[in-house]
């Protein structure tokens, strides 16, 4: 057991080193030039040679990245004397267009995310779970029916265009809501609730969709076991055995694939974000793609690959602690 | 198994019944399934109103880049209720431009669904290759496009589809792919598919690992069966029906992604629109010219639904055994 979960460590971190290797090259080799960009339209060709060397983007390419990987674990020192600026640890970069550390900005935008992302996901677990079951129990009949064109629609529908629906219908057709102003929670909890509820909203519904169908088929296919057989023949009631004997058995899979959604979009809900204006790290990758803000870009890219490796390798142990098989594989 | 299978099955022996292909039962099956059969219709008739768009236009009078201004009221709005809908107009115009839109979602449609097909192929013929490769010589091969899918998913694919835009259509522009729309659609198709193939690929292994062991397979290989001949007559025959289904459900998937990109900004180019375009444009009228928000927002839920349905009906028709068919 012990190997195993060894195991699964280690290619998780060969994995992001091999992402971050290829994402460094990637946009290194792009035909923008770094340091061109780190000062405005007017600017010297002195001042950029002199951020060139300061942001170390005149040496070769190999060395640049082990510079960059070198900063992650031990922080970084741009330039030297009484301009230079230091990245503490784990630093990942620079960046001119915000003068800031990518770390920072990634930290001060990053919990508006996680509060996103974990309010939108305990929402459409119980919406999907809930609907799933309902829909199983009553399969054939016309409240399945409804349910699964609703989901047909919902599965398929691109987030930004129900998003603004959303936006459009509640806060300028109807007014319930004043135009969504983000507050952190210990801030302004009003402001942060009400900012946050249609992105809530608007995400779990999607989402839900399609655990609304996995639970659905998940439950049915439950309910034909053993020892579901066994609980009724048992006497239980209905409720005890849906609950303690078909659902247990049929969220395992879902969870798991819940945890990989779930990590996708800690690394940035873009959409969401872009349409609700709220200033998390999906919205400051895409400022910095309009920018050309190539350190931030790097960093983001990097950070959402983390979550989603990660996820991956727990899905991945906790699968091989449930179920035996996996491990021998 | 199913009863009902069994029943048609059994008077063969006695060569009372004609006996009927997997392919024709599943065919049997689907022309059954009244929804599924009505949504294809659906399909069909998107798809035959893109093929013939300029005709199609023709026919109405109308024509996605005559700049009408006289629909217009002197802010550029539309002239009228509903987006200016009149008997000229069958969905009114655009704002701003006066463009007929009715026009310009049959044009859209041509886009949108070309990205659909192409990427949805591509993705499907990557995925179903490198799938077999895999589950089939397992091994190494198997180990090198395993840990390959591990890295493509690993990485936040609309991120990087998004950042690398620009530089990448200058790449393809400079390779000779004409300026513009063709080096942004060209562009999207491709990145789409380097990101989509994943999918495919897992699920095809993951069919094949499986079919491997049984035993129809071994008898082939125990009477010295050849690679072609295991992979085109005892592995692909039996991952149809998912192949079948995954296109059919990536399909509509991959027209909502094409739109996602227009409204982030990296879509087409004006004047030429996609479902997403307009979309994306609609947005910016909410306040002024609600209507333009729907009409692309409808077209676009019932392409979707119509291929989910037929999806759907097409794998209760193929896998009798999978869930609707037996249980609802």
Redesign the interface.
């Known amino acids: 057991m012990t190997t195993f979960i060894a195991r699964r460590i280690l290619f998780a971190l060969v994995?992001?080193a091999?992402?971050s290797l290829?994402?460094y090259l990637?946009?290194a080799l792009?035909?923008?030039d770094p340091a061109a960009l780190t000062c405005g339209k007017n600017c010297k060709p002195e001042l950029i040679a002199a951020n060139r060397v300061r942001l170390g983007y005149d040496k070769p390419i190999y060395e640049q990245y082990w510079q960059f990987i070198k900063g992650i674990f031990a922080g970084r020192t741009y330039g030297s004397g009484d301009i230079a600026f230091t990245c503490p640890a784990p630093s990942l970069g620079y960046s001119f267009n915000q003068h800031e550390c990518v770390s920072t900005l990634i930290g001060k935008t990053f919990p508006v995310t996680a509060f996103l992302s974990l309010g939108a996901f305990i929402l459409w677990m119980l919406l999907g779970v809930g609907t799933g079951t309902f829909a199983a129990l009553h399969?054939?009949k016309w409240q399945?029916r409804l349910t699964?064109?609703v989901t047909?629609?919902g599965?398929?529908?691109?987030?930004?265009?129900v998003g603004?629906?959303v936006l459009?219908s509640v806060v300028?057709?109807l007014q319930w809501l004043p135009f969504p102003h983000y507050a952190s929670p210990t801030e302004n909890l009003h402001d942060f609730l009400t900012a946050m509820i249609l992105p809530w909203i608007t995400l779990a519904v999607l989402s839900a969709a399609s655990y609304t169908r996995l639970t659905?088929?998940g439950v049915?296919?439950a309910m034909?076991e053993d020892f579901v057989r066994f609980g009724v023949a048992k006497g239980l009631k209905n409720r005890t055995v849906i609950r303690r004997y078909v659902l247990r058995a049929a969220l395992i899979p879902i969870v798991t694939i819940a945890g990989l959604d779930f990590a996708?979009l800690l690394?940035?809900a873009?959409?969401t974000e872009?349409v609700f204006s709220l200033p998390g790290m999906?919205r400051l990758?895409?400022r910095s793609?309009t920018d050309s803000d190539l350190p931030v870009?790097v960093g983001?890219?990097l950070v959402?690959?983390v979550f989603?490796?990660m996820a991956?390798t727990i899905v991945d142990i906790v699968y091989g602690v449930l179920d035996p098989r996996v491990r021998v594989k | 198994m199913s009863n009902t299978d069994l029943a048609t099955r059994e008077p063969q022996v006695f060569g009372a019944v004609e006996s009927k292909s997997p392919g024709r039962l599943a065919w049997e099956r689907f022309r059954r399934d009244r929804v599924a059969v009505i949504a294809s219709f659906v399909v069909l008739f998107f798809v035959c109103i893109a093929l013939l768009a300029p005709l199609v236009c023709k026919a109405l009078g109308i024509n996605p880049l005559t700049l009408d201004r006289k629909a217009l009221n002197d802010y550029g709005l539309p002239n009228g209720p509903f987006g200016a809908i009149s008997r000229k107009h069958l969905l009114g115009v655009e704002p701003g431009t006066g463009r007929d839109i009715l026009a310009r979602l049959i044009y859209g449609a041509r886009v949108s669904l070309l990205v659909g097909f192409v990427s949805t192929l591509l993705t499907t013929v990557i995925g179903v290759v490198l799938g077999i490769v895999a589950g089939y010589r397992r091994g190494k091969i198997d180990a090198i496009i395993s840990r390959f899918t591990d890295l493509t998913l690993a990485f936040p694919s609309l991120l990087l589809i998004i950042a690398l835009t620009r530089p990448f259509t200058q790449r393809l522009e400079s390779f000779g792919v004409p300026e513009g729309n063709p080096a942004r659609l060209t562009y999207i198709v491709l990145v789409l598919s380097l990101f989509g193939w994943v999918y495919v690929a897992r699920i095809v292994r993951g069919q094949t690992l499986a079919l491997r062991e049984r035993e129809f397979v071994e008898a082939a290989r125990a009477s010295g069966a050849g690679h072609w001949h295991m992979v085109f007559k005892e592995l692909l025959p039996n991952i149809w029906a998912p192949i079948i289904v995954i296109v059919s459900l990536s399909l509509p998937g991959y027209v909502a992604v094409e739109s996602t990109l227009s409204f982030l900004g990296v879509g087409l180019l004006p004047p030429d629109a996609s479902w997403g375009v307009m979309l994306g444009d609609s947005v910016k009228y909410y306040r002024a010219d609600p209507a333009y928000l729907f009409v692309p927002g409808v077209a676009l839920i019932v392409l979707v639904l119509a291929f989910n349905v037929m999806g759907d009906g097409l794998r209760d028709a193929l896998d009798p055994k999978s869930d609707r068919q037996q249980l609802g």
Do not use: K
């Open positions: 994995l992001l091999a992402v290829f994402t990637l946009f792009l035909p923008t399969r054939g399945d699964s064109v047909s629609i599965v398929s529908l691109p987030t930004f265009y603004l629906l459009f300028i057709w659905r088929n049915l296919e034909n996708a690394g940035g873009i959409v872009s999906g990758a895409i793609v870009l983001t890219t959402a690959a989603i490796v991956n």
